[in-house]
């Protein structure tokens, strides 16, 4: 399985973006899609991840301004980013778990994209 995300890019304070990340190649069932990002000097953390029921939960710092969905048939995974801060400037990372039985086999990362918000 491979992730290509695209949809980084800069831009300025209070701006948006949207990310999409879609999986491609021989796999089974993609359970958990998410976004984490790793801003320099800092550890990878969580943003937002997204259940194939749909239920969402998201890192306190961008509740109410990012909203991830996915599109299950695509495989796909977005993050609309929108009133984007300066500490949102990070590498975005999309990430899936699969799942063949009800059991978690394998995850994946994609290569990452960088969003730069400036001020």
């Known amino acids: 399985v491979q992730l290509q995300a695209s949809g980084g890019g800069v831009v300025q304070a209070g701006g948006s973006l949207r990310l999409s990340c879609a999986a491609a190649?021989?796999?089974?069932?993609?359970?958990?899609m998410g976004w984490y990002r790793q801003a320099p000097g800092k550890q990878r953390e969580l943003v937002a991840d997204?259940?194939?029921?749909?239920?969402?939960n998201y890192d306190d710092a961008v509740k109410g301004r990012f909203t991830i969905s996915r599109d299950s048939a695509k495989n796909t995974v977005y993050l609309q980013m929108d009133r984007l801060k300066p500490e949102d400037t990070a590498v975005y990372y999309c990430?899936?778990?699969?799942?063949?039985?009800?059991?978690?086999?394998?995850?994946?990362w994609g290569q990452g994209t960088l969003v730069t918000v400036s001020s």
């Open positions: 990430h899936v778990d699969e799942e063949l039985g009800g059991i978690r086999i394998n995850d994946y």
């Open positions: 190649g021989s796999m089974f069932s993609l359970t958990d």
């Open positions: 997204i259940t194939t029921s749909g239920r969402t």
